[in-house]
């Protein structure tokens, strides 16, 4: 396939969508629409998106033997989803800044450690260009409501056994469902 067209198609406030015109194999245009957060893709390359949007924290707690989950209700969906905790990088903030103010936001937990730094994947590559970085480490503290009016969230320690039984009757958003599984597994 060849890129042949960006055209923005409508300016949100967080999001912008795209419509992208490839011509296929057989010489035929295919128009795909994507959103982004970027408000302004120009090239092949802004579209690829090579600088993290948000982070993702997989925590555990000291022993190693619970993980940290936020069951929260998602806006986009109507609905609550098990999630793990995760935001957008401020202008100016490295995604270990975002991290602990992310995880205090949400949970009120303090980040102890960041074991393990995963670079950069995208979110949801069937129709955004959005970029994760994931941070793998430890948290200690105890719960309190978000910091924000605009997320209900209910974060909580979860044990192997508990996630194989969320697995079976929960929602959960597809990163985490894969992470989870395997983590239960153990």
Known sequence: MRLKAIQKALAGKFISRYDLTYEL???????????????????????????????????????????????????????????????????????EKSAERELWEETGLKLVSIDDFLDLSYSAIGFSNEMNVCMVGTAEGTFRKSTSAAEEIEPGWYTREEIRNLLKTQRFAARTQAYCYLWSKE
């Open 25 to 95: 194999e057989d010489g035929q245009n295919k128009v795909y629409e994507m959103i982004s957060r970027n408000p302004d893709i120009r090239t092949q390359e802004e579209l690829q998106n090579n600088q993290p949007d948000s982070v993702v924290l997989i925590l555990h707690d000291r022993t190693g033997q619970k993980i940290l989950l936020n069951k929260e209700f998602r806006m986009a969906t109507g609905t609550w989803v098990y999630n793990f905790p995760a935001g957008l990088i401020d202008p100016g903030e490295s995604p």
